[in-house]
T-cell receptor, first 111, second 115 residues
Framework: DGGITQSPKYLFRKEGQNVTLSCEQNLNHDAMYWYRQDPGQGLRLIYY???????QKGDIAEGYSVSREKKESFPLTVTSAQKNPTAFYLC??????????FGQGTRLTVV | AQSVTQLDSQVPVFEEAPVELRCNYSSSVSVYLFWYVQYPNQGLQLLLK??????LVKGINGFEAEFNKSQTSFHLRKPSVHISDTAEYFCAVSAGGNQGGKLIFGQGTELSVKP
């Protein structure tokens, strides 16, 4: 089955720790995206990548980092600089002129 | 800059009644328009999309939407809802092209279908 796999589904982070969220796609899409969702709000774009080895900041990139070493993978690191990391994180991919396909999300909680 | 406004944060409706979820957008360029549905603790699933062509778009699960360029609206409708339609619905716009997945979302509308 083609799709987007995010792992883990739930993640707990201690104060001051960096954590990495995984996103893998087998849709052969060029572009990949990370969104953050908070209760009562829509999704906001963190980072996106249109091609391997290249990525751009979205609207709320501070405190996050990404890499795009392979077409299939776009991991997101939530660094200790992110002051309010508790949220639901969604990864997506798309091809030119088509809609975005989303993964099932990772719920990150600071403990 | 693009923006999306979903006019209702919550819409309660009885089973088998019709429903309309309202979405207005603003953009200085041509846009692609989408409606996504989200069930609790899950990702987003595409309901329907407007890329070009006919302004009346039909999607999955009996939903449809109409693109109205003059009113910059893209309202979602269903003639008869089911309990299983209870979910959160998001309207989104993109500039399309290579950035089709670079979306601006509305804040969501929680649809609650009651028996």
């Amino acid at each position: 089955d083609g799709g987007i796999t995010q792992s883990p589904k739930y993640l707990f982070r201690k104060e001051g720790q960096n954590v990495t969220l995984s996103c893998e796609q087998n849709l052969n899409h060029d572009a990949m995206y990370w969104y953050r969702q908070d209760p009562g709000q829509g999704l906001r774009l963190i980072y996106y990548s249109q091609i391997v080895n290249d990525f751009q900041k979205g609207d709320i990139a501070e405190g996050y980092s990404v890499s795009r070493e392979k077409k299939e993978s776009f991991p997101l690191t939530v660094t200790s600089a992110q002051k309010n990391p508790t949220a639901f994180y969604l990864c997506a991919s798309s091809q030119q002129n088509t809609e975005a396909f989303f993964g099932q999300g990772t719920r990150l909680t600071v403990v | 800059a693009q923006s999306v406004t979903q006019l209702d944060s919550q819409v309660p409706v009885f089973e088998e009644a019709p429903v309309e979820l309202r979405c207005n957008y603003s953009s200085s360029v041509s846009v692609y328009l989408f409606w996504y549905v989200q069930y609790p603790n899950q990702g987003l699933q595409l309901l329907l999309k407007y890329l070009s062509g006919s302004t009346l778009v039909k999607g999955i699960n009996g939903f449809e939407a109409e693109f109205n360029k003059s009113q910059t609206s893209f309202h979602l409708r269903k003639p008869s809802v089911h309990i299983s339609d209870t979910a959160e619905y998001f309207c989104a716009v993109s500039a399309g092209g290579n950035q089709g997945g670079k979306l601006i979302f509305g804040q969501g509308t929680e649809l609650s279908v009651k028996p």
